[in-house]
C-alpha cells in the first residue's frame, strides 16, 4: 500500500505543478539546503549539491527546450508549407509553358 500511495503523491505534485516532474524535487532540495526541512535517511541524496544542480538544470532545460520548440516548430511548419505550394506552382507553370500552342 505504501509504494502505491506514494505514487498517487507523485501523480498529485505532478500534476499540481503542471507535469513538471522536476519541481518538487527541486523544491524539496532547496529546502533541505537551506534548513527548512529535514529528511530521513532513506532520502538525503536529495540534499546534495550534485542532485540540486541536476534538479534545476532538468527544469531549466524542459522549460528552455519547451520554449524553443514552441517558437521554432511554428516557423518551420509555415516555411515548408510555403516550399510545398511554391514547388506545386512552379511544376504547374512549367507544364503550362512546356505546352504546345494550338493554332
Known sequence: ???FLG?????GLSAACG?????????V??????GHLHLSSGIEWRVSTAALIAFAT?????????SFLSLVVPVLVVLAIGVLLFWAGWRF???????????
Not at 93 to 103: G, I, L, S, T
Open 93 to 103: 507553370f512549367q507544364k503550362r509553358a512546356n505546352r504546345p500552342v494550338k493554332a
Open 58 to 66: 532538468a527544469e531549466l532545460g524542459g522549460s528552455l527546450i519547451t
Open 29 to 34: 532540495s532547496i529546502a533541505s539546503h537551506t
Open 19 to 27: 507535469f513538471r516532474v522536476f519541481v518538487p524535487l527541486l523544491v
Open 1 to 3: 500500500m505504501e509504494p
Open 7 to 11: 505514487f498517487l503523491v507523485g501523480i
